[in-house]
Nanobody, 127 residues
Framework: VQLQASGGGLVQAGGSLRVSCVAS????????MSWFRQSPGKEREFVSA??????????YYADSVKGRFTISRDNGKNTVYLQMNSLKPEDTAVYYC???????????????????WGQGTLVTVSS
């Protein structure tokens, strides 16, 4: 599986941005798709995940983005989206999409548990 993230950019605090991740292959509906982010000097952190068809497409969020970010997927387009609203300067980071077909719930927030990664897209929120 190859992942291609896009949609990052510069936005003012309080603004919105949507990042996308397109996956190759025909098993996309079965994959758990997640977004992580990493800012300079910090570890990669979980942002959001959406389960595949076997998990009922349930979504999960880090507390820091709950109520502001929304994850969704379009299985017909092999694409997962992260809609980011009410952006804050602390949301500035490189955003990575990740995929796994076999991940278990207890590992959802662990970047080491994912098999496939996109190249990242930079989101910069100015104050």
């Amino acid at each position: 599986v190859q992942l291609q993230a896009s949609g990052g950019g510069l936005v003012q605090a309080g603004g919105s941005l949507r990042v996308s991740c397109v996956a190759s292959g025909d098993a996309f509906p079965r994959y758990t798709m997640s977004w992580f982010r990493q800012s300079p000097g910090k570890e990669r952190e979980f942002v959001s995940a959406i389960r595949g068809s076997g998990g009922g497409s349930r979504s999960y969020y880090a507390d820091s983005v709950k109520g502001r970010f929304t994850i969704s997927r379009d299985n017909g387009k092999n694409t997962v989206y992260l809609q980011m609203n009410s952006l804050k300067p602390e949301d500035t980071a490189v955003y990575y999409c990740a995929a796994s077909r076999t991940i278990i719930m207890s590992s959802l927030y662990n970047p080491d548990a994912y098999n496939y990664w996109g190249q990242g897209t930079l989101v910069t929120v100015s104050s």
